[in-house]
T-cell receptor, first 113, second 113 residues
Framework: EAGVTQSPTHLIKTRGQQVTLRCSPI?????VYWYQQALGLGLQFLLW???????NRGNFPPRFSGRQFPNYSSELNVNALELEDSALYLC????????????FGEGSWLTVV | QKEVEQDPGPLSVPEGAIVSLNCTYS??????FMWYRQYSRKGPELLMY????GNKEDGRFTAQVDKSSKYISLFIRDSQPSDSATYLC?????????????FGAGTRLAVHP
């Protein structure tokens, strides 16, 4: 069974640009979570999608947004990139919103220069 | 003060040693406690999941929760070089609350032969 897959693996963007990161959850999983892991800061919750709806968002500005498609895959969009957006962006999925385990992908490394 | 405090290490031990990893927290509402292992440039994987206070054992790993002291621990017995990774504690006030998970910053562990 394929795990959570994310793309791209690595990317470099210039300050002010926009980026889209993609995530495919494990087959059958309906909930997708996005986390940011910046150096030395640990994982910070960004967004939660379930059944196509945004259910909750963390303490991030509106330029962080996303969506979930009917096939439960998800995109994370970051507009007006800032240097401090450089981080590992992790997607995770769970079978439902009440699950006791979530499964992370390998992440997308974003460097903003 | 952060909600979850975790010593970043690095912690370096010889193969076969017993490793103790710890986190303290300030929010008494936390009920669910998790430990994740993250290898370099990989996504976190769930190691242990415990509810409320007490111990839970799984092979060489033992998780302990002391809610009265707001302190959780992960013990690794007979440590192996393959255990070298960053260990993240995480906690939530309720089951399935992955949008509310608070992660520690992670402790880097190196087990040398």
């Amino acid at each position: 069974e394929a795990g959570v897959t994310q793309s791209p693996t690595h990317l470099i963007k210039t300050r002010g640009q926009q980026v889209t990161l993609r995530c495919s959850p494990i087959s059958g999983h309906t909930s997708v979570y996005w986390y940011q892991q910046a150096l030395g800061l640990g994982l910070q919750f960004l967004l939660w999608y379930d059944e196509g709806e945004e259910r909750n968002r963390g303490n991030f500005p509106p330029r962080f947004s996303g969506r979930q498609f009917p096939n439960y895959s998800s995109e994370l969009n970051v507009n007006a990139l800032e240097l401090e957006d450089s981080a590992l962006y992790l997607c995770a999925s769970s079978p439902d919103r009440n699950g006791n385990t979530i499964y992370f992908g390998e992440g997308s490394w974003l460097t903003v220069v | 003060q952060k909600e979850v405090e975790q010593d970043p290490g690095p912690l370096s031990v010889p193969e076969g040693a017993i490793v103790s990893l710890n986190c303290t927290y300030s929010n008494s509402a936390f009920q669910y406690f998790m430990w994740y292992r993250q290898y370099s440039r990989k996504g976190p994987e769930l190691l242990m999941y415990t509810y409320s206070s007490g111990n839970k054992e799984d092979g060489r790993f033992t998780a302990q929760v002391d809610k009265s002291s707001k302190y959780i621990s992960l013990f690794i017995r007979d440590s192996q070089p393959s255990d070298s990774a960053t260990y993240l504690c995480a906690m939530s006030p309720f089951s399935g609350g992955y949008n509310k998970l608070i992660f520690g910053a992670g402790t880097r562990l190196a087990v040398h032969p």
